[in-house]
T-cell receptor, first 114, second 112 residues
Framework: GAGVSQSPRYKVAKRGQDVALRCDPISGHVSLFWYQQALGQGPEFLTYFQNEAQLDKSGLPSDRFFAERPEGSVSTLKIQRTQQEDSAVYLC????????????FGEGSRLTVL | RKEVEQDPGPFNVPEGATVAFNCTYSNSASQSFFWYRQDCRKEPKLLMSVYSSGNEDGRFTAQLNRASQYISLLIRDSKLSDSATYLCVVTGSGGSNYKLTFGKGTLLTVNP
């Protein structure tokens, strides 16, 4: 497809389970971002990749959160030992080289931790 | 102080009304500014960039005041389809200009 693709769209996890969320960015986009959006809030920055390099992970809330993009295209956000406060929509976005503004977002992965 | 603060809303207006949203940001060195729109349970999408000289796109006008660190969005002749959450967005400065910081968003409902 032409847009950013995320999977799964919905994930229900029991507290303590590990989850993995996948993002397939727009082909050719070197910049990739993960954001977390809690209910009623704006997206909060988690991490940023340029190709395979993770240049900023300052927004990851704890060491339970880990992101990778080993080949510079598909990215995975992994959350270990999920907690209820991890319940949110996880948005992936990509941006074209040279662009300073427009992020193209995927539809998000909605995580519910019971 | 949060990096980007917006009117809390929600705004409920009749069709045809003019509505204005305000936003302030804390980093005086921020380089770029945007308004994004997010429909219910959908992803954010770029509505328009915001320039110091002000810019207009049809019924939408955006303004930036760098001295006051203030951004605004004006919607004229509101349509039902304008109902959405409007997100004020600011980039970082210097080496962090890749990062977009979002406000909490202001919910607009346009009523028939």
């Amino acid at each position: 497809g032409a847009g950013v693709s995320q999977s799964p769209r919905y994930k229900v996890a029991k507290r303590g389970q590990d989850v993995a969320l996948r993002c397939d960015p727009i082909s050719g986009h070197v910049s990739l971002f993960w954001y977390q959006q809690a209910l009623g809030q704006g997206p909060e920055f988690l991490t940023y990749f340029q190709n395979e390099a993770q240049l900023d992970k300052s927004g990851l809330p704890s060491d339970r959160f880990f992101a990778e993009r080993p080949e510079g295209s598909v990215s995975t956000l992994k959350i270990q030992r999920t907690q209820q406060e991890d319940s949110a929509v996880y948005l992936c976005a990509s941006r074209a080289t040279g662009s300073t503004g427009e992020l193209f977002f995927g539809e998000g992965s909605r995580l519910t931790v019971l | 102080r949060k990096e980007v603060e917006q009117d809390p809303g929600p705004f409920n207006v009749p069709e045809g009304a003019t509505v204005a949203f305000n936003c302030t940001y804390s980093n005086s060195a921020s380089q770029s500014f945007f308004w994004y729109r997010q429909d219910c349970r959908k992803e954010p999408k770029l509505l328009m960039s915001v320039y110091s000289s002000g810019n207009e796109d049809g019924r939408f006008t955006a303004q930036l005041n760098r001295a006051s660190q203030y951004i605004s969005l004006l919607i004229r002749d509101s349509k039902l389809s304008d109902s959405a959450t409007y997100l004020c967005v600011v980039t970082g400065s210097g080496g962090s200009n890749y990062k977009l910081t979002f406000g909490k968003g202001t919910l607009l409902t346009v009523n028939p």
